[in-house]
């Protein structure tokens, strides 16, 4: 590696975003899928868990001694690994589900156990593919799990999980339509908010408060461009308001925007991979207005990293014999998602970043965002069981006006929580100078206002 390459890249991990800088950022990739390859009959649980976590914890420390800080890849990886290596049984209750052909089988049901892990020839059907026994098989097996962070298309002894399995596939043309329209809308999103927060010195200027009055909608100069009429009508919402909106716009639109751009090419891939396969990235947002931020986190917000981050949770609950489903299993749970959650996405911030603000006040804000969801979740139950109390204990199903009323009050108080919570990371994306760039390399909006479309490198 060139001593200009060499500089650039250590300039990237050290102040814009973490990055790999030694050889034990790797080491827990690769211990994870060797030991997931050794069978039961080699080693027991306990013995895998003894002999593979104190090396990939220590990895993990170090890496992250040596580069600075935490960073996303490492710090999700290190979890991924204690989950399935040893808080779950993944040899001995993990299942693959496969669509095989079998004759004796009807579409749906469980293929009867087969010692060399073979799945029946015949009729078109889905079978449930325990750990297999041959090498050829595990390796196929593991590679296929590894990635799978959401679970889709795999049992893993989970009620909740494993009745949604499999997801019921589009078709590649109707998946295709989908991620078209998802990519328009998401364009269209980042670009409005990107340029509104261009215009909006909050987002720039450190002493700019969140409720601090707009600049003037019709001003211009070297740095903001005149706000289009058609945007206008957005200041009539007040600043503590809209800034906030404009975060969770920029977050949403972002991923939204990449996801539908990543996945599409891939649908030239052969059928068990191609991603018509798998759930879309975010649930109906109905959920929200229904369950509020239970289904806002539980439902609407992609699940990347639910089932992996509440797993501890879920352990601890097993281990003190709480009832699955109950309100001691769905609190544990709900601390340990998003108190992991919150870990892993420190990780997001280099450990010098450039505008000189200490890394770990910057760290402990986009920490503090998901940590403080516990709380919002805890208002809410206590509030819905207050007022199934009030209602005589009835919580039949709500139609009519009186539904349209509750999803409407249940829209509001979600937007109070995040209009409150998301400063939180929109200080953080402040300090880091996030806002500073435009997100999009063409902007509709500023064709519109100053006649150019292109927005990067001049």
Known sequence: MSSTLYDSYQHLITHIVPGPNSIS???PLLLLPIALLIPPSVLSKSQLSLL????????????CLFGGGLDVISSDAVVWCTVLIGLQDVRGTYKRIRAVDTPELAPGTVAPSRQDNKPPSGKLSTWEEPYPKTLSARIIWVLDLLPSIRLSGWKIGDLAHDSAQPPKPLTRRAYLRHAALIASTSFLLLDTAAFLARHDSYFTDRSVSISSPYPSPLSASANHSALPQALSPLLILPPYLLRPLLIATHIYALMTLGGALATTPLLVLPTPFSPHLYPMFFGPFSSVMDRGLRGLWGTWWHQTMRYQNS????????????????????ALRAISAFGLSGWVHMGLVPPEPLGGVDAWRVRMAVGAFFWVQVVGFAVEVAVRDLVRWMEGGKGGRVEGWSKIGRRAGMLVWVLGWLCGTLPLLGWAGKELGYFGV??????LWMRIVAGRWWMWGG
Request: glycine share 12%; net charge positive; hydrophobic share 40%.
């Open 311 to 330: 797993m501890p949770g879920r352990a601890l609950a097993q281990y003190l014999g709480l009832r699955p489903g109950g309100r001691g299993d769905y």
């Open 438 to 443: 435009y997100p999009l390399p063409v902007s």
């Open 25 to 27: 950022y790797f080491i």
């Open 52 to 63: 593979f976590l104190p090396p990939i914890h220590a990895c993990f420390l170090h890496s």
